[in-house]
Nanobody
């Protein structure tokens, strides 16, 4: 499975960005997908995820501001980010979870990341 992110960039606080993740390869093996982020000097955190059934998860820090969705026809995962804050600045990674990942408890497919920078 290959994951390629796009849509990052520089935005002012209060603005919006939409991240996209194009999936290719053995995508039938993916049980769930999500977005992680990591800021310099901080631990990596799961921002949002969506499973095969459409159930979503959001970190408390982004609830009400971010929306995760998927376009199955285009094999694309989306993250709509509204009301962005400077603390949202981070590298954002698209991730996928296979059955192996379910058993190990870790997402096992990772994209290269896209940088999001929010200026105050």
């Amino acid at each position: 499975v290959q994951l390629v992110e796009s849509g990052g960039g520089l935005v002012q606080a209060g603005g919006s960005l939409r991240l996209s993740c194009a999936a290719s390869g053995s995508i039938f093996s993916i049980k769930a997908m999500g977005w992680y982020r990591q800021a310099p000097g901080k631990e990596r955190e799961l921002v949002a995820s969506i499973n095969e059934g459409g159930r979503t998860f959001y970190a408390d820090a982004v609830k009400g501001r971010f929306t995760i969705s998927r376009d199955n026809a285009k094999n694309t995962l989306l993250l709509q980010m509204n009301s962005l804050k400077p603390e949202d600045t981070a590298m954002y990674y698209c991730v996928g979870l296979s059955q192996i990942g379910v058993e190990s408890g870790e997402y096992d497919y990772w994209g290269q990341g896209t940088q999001v920078t929010v200026s105050s």
